[in-house]
C-alpha cells in the first residue's frame, strides 16, 4: 500500500524513519521477504504516534499533514524556500508539530494577550498576514479557528525563519 506522507515523515521524522529502516532491515534478514520504503514510513508514524501519546494514529496523520500544509503557505506567501538545515527552520518545524498536536486535541490555553497581539502585529506584519492566511486554511479544513496565542507564537516564529532567509539574500 502506498505510503501518502512518506516524504513528510522523511523530512519532519528523520529519526524515527531511520530506526524504521533498520527495523524493516532486520526483518528482511530474520524473514528473506523484502518490505518496500513505504512500510518504513508507517512504521516511524507508529513510533511518532507512540511518542506523542496518540491512541489515534489519524491524529498524527493530520497533524504531519498540517504542518505540511502550514509550510508550503509560509513558503508561497514569501516567496521562499527555506534551508532545511538552519535551526530556524528546525525550530519552527518542531514548533508546527507540537502546535498540530495540542491543535487537533483541543488543547486550549487561557492566554489571550491583547497587548502581545497588538505588539506583534504592528511589529511584524508580513508575517502576521501569512498566519492570518494559515488561520483561514485551518478554519477551512478543519473547521476550527487558530487561539490568539498560538498566533503571537507563530508569528515570531515565521518572523525568524523569514528573517534568516531574507539575511541570506
Known sequence: MPNPLLFETKKFY????QIAKEALHFLEEKTAIEFPEDEAGF???????SQQGNGDMQVT???TTMVRDILSIISKFFGVVFDEESLNYQRII???QFFAQ???KGENSDEKDEFLYALVQGKYPQAFRCVQRINDYLVHTQQQEMEVAEQIYLTIH???VVNEKQIQS
Open 43 to 49: 512504521i516511524a508514524f507508529h513510533f511518532v504516534n
Open 158 to 160: 515565521i518572523q525568524r
Open 14 to 17: 528523520p529519526k524515527e524513519y
Open 102 to 104: 495540542r491543535y487537533l
Open 94 to 96: 518542531t514548533h508546527l
Open 61 to 63: 496523520m493530520t497533524a
